[in-house]
């Protein structure tokens, strides 16, 4: 079975650590790059100003981590925007995105709203699948997105963009760890975003993706596909942990992801001994 081709390999993507600092993306949409780069974060935290234009309001999403550099250059693009914060909304719970809500929705005299309560905080609000939020002078959809974390959220803009969070990254895939990820549900998220046919995917980590968001959603599925049918083929092969399953499939990528590797690979062999395809007892796996 050949690996899935990336659409994005042929586009005109900035490289890594080329990300600008700020950038307007639509009238709708500034993103503002936190600098909190890594192997898992990519150029940094993706943080999104949404508003009309002519509102002097704007929500601020996944403000990211609370650090003073961040937040300076968040207010100051509210500021290129003559705009205020008129609402925090966090896509999930990782830290990378979170941790500032709650310190930032104080500071600005704005509510945060995400899935989970220990997010928005007791004066938070917990937003609800499918809510049409009327903020800014504009509507954000809620979009159920569970599989990244059992609380991911979309926000599906009037430009017909979505804030995708973690779902799906400007490069590479999202990792979907275990047990606190869930491979089923994210699929189904997948084809849930693929369903609202978006006109783009700002993504939270790495470049917005505009020239085919489609084929982006498409290849995300495939390459879930080819991981299980290389796990598969790894376990023919004799490969019986998951170290030696994470070894096999993931060998040319970077020793230092492979910790995360390992976490994918077991919420996906979760998949598969659902389906009876293989049996998992501790780190020992076999085919039935």
Request: glycine letters at 10%; a negative charge; one cysteine or more.
């Amino acid at each position: 079975m050949h690996a899935p081709a990336d659409p994005r390999v042929s586009w005109a993507l900035p490289a890594p650590g080329a990300l600008p600092r700020t950038a307007a993306l639509e009238p709708l949409v500034t993103r503002v790059l936190a600098p909190n780069p890594s192997g898992m974060t990519l150029d940094g935290t993706n943080t999104y100003l949404v508003g009309d234009p002519g509102s002097g309001q704007a929500v601020v999403v996944d403000p990211g981590p609370d650090d003073p550099a961040h937040l300076a250059a968040v207010e100051e693009a509210l500021a290129a925007r003559d705009a205020r914060c008129v609402a925090v909304l966090v896509t999930h719970h990782h830290g990378d995105h979170a941790e500032a809500a709650q310190p930032w929705g104080a500071r600005f005299g704005a509510p945060v709203a995400a899935a989970d309560v220990s997010v928005a905080g007791p004066r938070g609000r917990v937003l609800e699948p499918g809510e049409q939020l009327r903020l800014a002078g504009t509507t954000l959809g809620v979009v159920p997105t569970p599989g990244h974390t059992a609380d991911h959220l979309a926000f599906r803009l009037e430009s017909g963009a979505v804030l995708v969070g973690d779902h799906v990254l400007g490069r590479g895939t999202s990792v979907v760890t275990h047990p606190e990820g869930d491979v089923v549900a994210y699929l189904e998220s997948l084809r849930r975003v693929l369903d609202l046919g978006p006109s783009a995917l700002y993504c939270g980590h790495g470049p917005e993706l505009t020239e085919d968001p489609a084929a982006v959603l498409d290849y995300y599925l495939a390459h879930r596909v080819f991981r299980e049918a290389q796990l598969l083929a790894a376990l023919v092969r004799g490969a019986g942990t998951v170290d030696a399953l994470v070894a096999d499939v993931y060998a040319a990528v970077p020793q230092a992801l492979w910790p995360a590797a390992a976490e994918s690979t077991r919420a996906t062999l979760a998949k598969l001994a659902a389906e009876g395809h293989v049996e998992v007892d501790g780190d020992r796996v076999t085919l039935p």
